[in-house]
């Protein structure tokens, strides 16, 4: 999204293979998975071992001259590499620093796992979908990771113009966890409800709403005869 808005960005990659979505086809374009191309728009990338004396001073010299730095490491991988964040923001105070995790860089769950399905159910819109009384169905993109990424953008901007005035960078704690639950929406964010009341307020399990909003009248997705012929074109 940054760099769809003007930003060089500059992506670091694992030596040997790159980043392994390269490699997550079909389908793909020229042997590089389409999902790679599709996120990684807009961006140069660069490979280092960052546990190599080389690598690690070519990364310094990127953060002296960068203006933002992000990192998706399980939280403390980067200060273990020899980069924590007095480090990086003596190497260069000016520049926003980005963490983005599933759990957040502090608290209990800092070292669990993050794959986009687990914070889509523990966030709670898994409660929300599907058929009442089924199973709970994944949302049929990678949402929470897309949400996390979306919020970590914002942040930074807001970050970017925080130095304009005070003329230091900041340090962003970006949780996916966090980030899924604040999304606008009647049920504040992807969380268990029971609709129309959040659990937190009703204090009921979640149920699922499948292809409805009950908080507006007759809000929902309704067979008709013009999807029906639409349907019959199509097939």
Request: proline share 8%.
């Amino acid at each position: 999204m940054l760099g769809d808005h003007g930003a060089d960005v500059i992506k670091v990659e694992m030596p040997g293979t790159g980043d392994e979505t390269r490699e997550w086809a079909p389908p793909s374009i020229k042997g590089i998975s389409a999902y790679y191309l599709s996120i990684n728009r807009n961006k140069r990338s660069v490979t280092l071992d960052l546990k190599n004396a080389d690598g690690k001073r070519v990364l310094e010299r990127l953060i002296e001259r960068s203006d933002v730095v992000v990192e998706n490491f399980s939280p403390g991988t980067l200060a273990r590499l020899g980069f924590p964040d007095d480090r990086v923001r003596a190497i260069n105070r000016r520049a926003i620093l980005c963490h983005i995790s599933g759990f957040g860089q502090d608290g209990p769950g800092r070292a669990w796992p993050a794959y986009d399905l687990i914070v889509q159910g523990m966030g709670g819109i898994m409660s929300l979908t599907g058929e009442p009384g089924g199973e709970p169905v994944m949302v049929g993109v990678p949402q929470a990771d897309m949400v996390a990424g979306m919020f970590a953008a914002f942040a930074i901007v807001a970050a970017l113009h925080a130095r304009a005035r005070i003329g230091e960078g900041q340090v962003i704690d970006a949780a996916r966890k966090g980030a899924y639950r604040t999304p606008p929406s009647p049920f504040p964010g992807a969380l268990p409800a029971t609709p129309p009341q959040p659990a937190w307020l009703s204090g009921k399990e979640a149920e699922s709403i499948r292809n409805t909003e009950p908080s507006v009248a007759d809000t929902k997705v309704a067979q008709t005869r013009m999807v029906s012929r639409m349907w019959r074109c199509c097939g």
